[in-house]
């Protein structure tokens, strides 16, 4: 029998999955191209979840329902918080995209938009391998459905195509991961996962040999060289308002899986997994800047960018441990990684905002020429697209300046020789990455425009993205709240 603190955990995710049925139902009489009603209901459901997670998170405890298999704590329930605001963003900025593309003939685009997000709630509260693999599968399920929404555009169906072939084979990967952990532990728990572990009574060989296929599953949810080459081609494929559903709140719920199985179900086995996330780091810094340099593209462009940008999150994920010991400073380690990935995802709805603006019915605006001469045309905008790629690039005083520096602070700290190579290797990569992004402002400011229409937009949109653009700002000269934040929930995760 189910009791009550149980439902009370996965209350949230009850109302998420009630109301992706109700709102399915509602949808049937609407006629409006804009799917109005649909629309409201949809953003009032998500704002009184995001309202229900900042509550829970704020008390601060940690409880475990369903016989341990799932846990609801500070650090999953502030990254509920952030991606159902992340989806709430993606939504307003797409609505009007998706409307002029004849995506909106039925609701399935908020649907399955809410149940996309009720697969990332599964994955962030798992405390089961078989919980957080059916969260994965939900999101992954009505992400491919997302990409092909699109059913007349062979591109986006190509683009989906990719997505589901190449994410059914990381699934395969995670989940055969897990069933060898399973033979090794005789346990799908991953707290008694991690006790089996310590115990030393499992081989390491057996240990080690799932582990590598649970990295590579990872890998694949972060994008992540070498398991990175579905991103630029789903990215570009896929309609602009989902690539950005893609490239947004799902990042958070890839973050919160990491840190379950290796650092919460794994730690013991550190040395072997930091070695491993190593490699992907540097690959992805290396491939993910240079390759960007080359892009016209901008969605693609961007797509690169984010695997250069998931390498600097691995790197604080790495910077925890050193020598198979847990560090006195993990908290600040991990909390920086935490705090990269939130403060990236916010950029990245702000800068996507902005293409999808510029985006009218007809013309897709993911040419980095067609940014020519924005400031010319919107100097609002363009203001507000500068402020998110000199963020990306770690200028100050930009958010994304501290963020890397949290980072790198966190090598450095923990004195360790390869640690310091990293950090300075990180800094190059940087270097190198600020190229795309500032020729991407150059073409704003300094080259004639393309067009002289001027950029339209409803005043929600305008009003939303500015404060998006500010938040990204003002939290580069003060951003002590968030950090605070992110270490209190990391400390409580570590410390149950």
């Known amino acids: ?84 605001v992340a989806v709430m963003l993606t939504l307003l900025y797409g609505r009007p995209y998706a409307s002029q593309r004849d995506m909106l003939r039925g609701g399935e ?40 929404l699109r059913r007349d555009h062979s591109t986006a169906t190509e683009a989906a195509m990719k997505y589901f072939v190449l994410g059914a084979m990381a699934s395969g990967f995670l989940l055969y991961g897990m069933s060898m952990l399973y033979g090794a532990t005789g346990t799908l728990d991953i707290t008694s996962v991690f006790n089996a572990i310590s115990s030393g009574s499992v081989r390491h060989q057996v240990l080690i040999f799932g582990l590598v296929f649970i990295v590579a599953g990872l890998g694949f949810k972060l994008g992540v060289v070498p398991f990175h080459m579905w991103i630029p081609d789903v990215y570009q494929g896929a309609p ?66 984010t695997i250069s940008q998931m390498g600097f999150v691995l790197l604080g994920v790495v910077s925890g441990v050193i020598n198979g010991n847990s560090l006195p400073f993990s908290t600040t380690a991990y909390s920086a990684a935490m705090f990269y990935v939130i403060t990236y995802v916010l950029t990245t709805l702000a800068s996507f905002g902005v293409i999808l603006l510029l985006s009218r019915d007809g013309f897709e605006s993911e040419e980095i020429s067609d940014f020519a001469g924005l400031n010319q045309r919107s100097p609002l905008y363009a203001g507000v697209m500068s402020i998110c790629l000199f963020s990306f690039a770690g200028i100050p005083p930009m958010v994304g300046f501290y963020a890397k520096l949290s980072v790198l602070q966190a090598l450095m700290a923990s004195g360790s020789e390869m640690h310091i190579v990293l950090a300075v290797f990180a800094v190059f990569m940087s270097l190198v990455g600020a190229f795309y992004y500032l020729r991407l402002i150059k073409v704003m400011y300094f080259d004639s425009p393309l067009t002289a229409s001027t950029v339209v937009a409803s005043t929600d949109v305008r009003v939303v993205l500015c404060i998006n653009g500010a938040l990204v700002l003002v939290l580069g000269f003060i951003p002590g709240g968030l950090m605070a934040l992110c270490e209190q929930s990391i400390r409580q995760m570590l410390g149950t």
């Open 1 to 84: 029998m189910i009791d009550k603190i149980s439902l009370m955990t996965v209350f949230p995710e009850i109302i998420l999955f009630v109301m992706a049925c109700v709102i399915a139902l509602i949808d049937l009489p609407v006629k409006s191209p804009l799917r109005t009603r649909t629309y409201v209901v949809t953003m009032l459901t998500l704002a009184v979840v995001s309202a229900l997670q900042a509550s829970i998170a704020s008390g601060g405890a940690t409880q475990y329902a369903f016989g341990n298999m799932v846990v609801s704590d500070s650090m999953g329930n502030w990254l509920k918080c952030f991606a159902t």
């Open 109 to 148: 685009f908020f649907t399955l938009s809410i149940f996309s997000l009720l697969g990332m709630f599964v994955m962030i509260s798992g405390n089961n391998f078989l919980v957080t693999y059916l969260g994965l599968e939900l999101l992954t399920l009505s992400s491919y459905a997302l990409v092909a």
């Open 240 to 305: 602009t308002s989902v690539t950005l559903m893609i490239g947004g709140a799902p990042k958070l719920a890839a973050f919160a899986i990491t840190m379950r199985l290796l650092v919460e179900g794994m730690l013991p086995l550190a040395i072997d997994w930091q070695q491993m996330l190593i490699i992907l780091a540097v690959g992805s810094l290396i491939v993910g800047n240079f390759a960007a340099i080359m892009q016209t593209n901008i969605k693609r462009m961007l797509a690169f960018s």
